[in-house]
């Protein structure tokens, strides 16, 4: 992984849309996006052979059960402790059970790690991040070799969640989205719970799981009905130049393809359907564009089964993750488990649950 700062295989920002930046981009706006840029190649070219991943994971599982039982031992286990780091700012770090910081997007992110722990907690029984009581630790205003940062992303290393301020043109605080908090944040429960590896299409259902469970957060939040939802990753993050008829936001499970079109990022290019998968070394093999695919399956069976997409579809997926028993993952072997979890469901939803698992896979061209 990433031994300085931001990996580009946690960011919320595409690489394609990186690229678009470094073309069409302000001055400003074009050395950011050249730091990225130069960032993504040094960590590919120094990425770790599959056998070392295996031994992180096993050592990564032994150190998750002996906090796990230290904690379970101090009766800590389910406790929400919250620490948001003001990088330009110290004095306005706000702890668990703290005064409401000076500073917004502090509030913002000990607000939303209160929501995402809650749910986590009381619709699937995790116990934080890492199923093992982690603390919840951001850092907002964050900033690289003291250069701005349009981003956001989860340090595997620190085991923490950076948000970038974003310049106000393009991108506002990246704190300010729940769906923003949430994807990265389950990077994070991914990576304690055996982990995808982060290329192809296993590396696309990586960032899929992120959106779809940030999806569901931000359902949750506002008590909103899978039918109703907007089903857009990054609503709140666009900036004047390309918010508005050109753009809602990052992505949308909704219709893929379809979140901004602008001559400063680009068109959005994520495919709906196995006819559009992309093939390209870029960005591990196109993680943030395939992974519309497998996000437009999930938006399929949470509308067909109707009410509250994480109680049924989102139990689906989360059951998937935490069966899924080698990081190597193709689109048709994670259908596959989605269906054998379908068929785990309650029995007055179980028929209908499997049924629309299967119909939208096969709408998708993936089975």
Not at 134 to 147: F, G, K, N, P, Q
Not at 347 to 355: G, L
Request: hydrophobic share 35%; aromatic share 8%; charged share 30%.
């Amino acid at each position: 992984m990433c031994q300085e700062g931001c990996s580009p295989m946690y960011c919320i920002v595409a690489p394609e849309m990186v690229n678009n930046i470094l073309d069409s981009g302000t001055p400003r706006q074009k050395r950011w996006a050249e730091r990225m840029k130069k960032k993504a190649e040094r960590i590919r070219e120094r990425r770790e052979q599959k056998e070392m991943r295996e031994e992180e994971r096993k050592k990564r599982k032994e150190e998750k059960e002996k906090r796990r039982e230290e904690r379970q031992r101090r009766g800590t286990l389910d406790q929400l402790n919250r620490k948001v780091i003001d990088a330009r700012n110290p004095a306005r770090n706000r702890m668990e059970g703290g005064n409401t910081s000076e500073d917004e997007d502090v509030n913002s992110a000990y607000d939303f790690a209160g929501i995402i722990h809650e749910f986590f907690l009381k619709e699937f029984n995790r116990k934080s991040i890492d199923d093992a009581g982690m603390d919840l630790v951001a850092t907002v205003h964050y900033r690289e070799d003291d250069e701005e940062f349009y981003n956001a992303f989860w340090d595997e290393k620190e085991t923490s969640l950076k948000y970038g301020e974003g310049d106000g043109s393009i991108f506002k605080s990246f704190a300010r989205d729940l769906t923003i908090a949430a994807h990265e944040h389950v990077h994070g429960v991914i990576h304690y719970s055996g982990g995808l590896l982060y290329e192809n299409q296993s590396g696309a259902l990586n960032e899929s799981i992120c959106d779809v469970f940030a999806s569901m957060i931000l359902q949750y939040r506002n008590q909103e009905e899978a039918r109703k939802a907007s089903w857009v990753i990054g609503e709140n993050i666009l900036g004047k130049v390309v918010k508005g008829s050109t753009g809602v936001g990052l992505r949308s499970l909704r219709a893929p393809g379809t979140a901004y079109n602008h001559k400063r990022i680009g068109r959005d290019l994520q495919p709906a359907h196995m006819d559009g998968f992309i093939k390209t070394k870029e960005d591990f093999g196109g993680v943030h564009l395939n992974s519309g695919i497998p996000n437009h399956a999930f938006f399929l069976i949470a509308n067909a089964l109707g009410g509250n997409s994480w109680e049924n579809a989102g139990k689906i997926w989360y059951n998937s993750l935490m069966t899924a028993d080698d990081s190597l993952k193709t689109f048709k072997e994670w259908a596959g488990i989605t269906i054998d979890q379908a068929n785990k469901l309650p029995r007055n939803i179980r028929d209908t649950a499997v049924f629309s698992t299967e119909h939208a896979w096969k709408l998708v061209g993936v089975l």
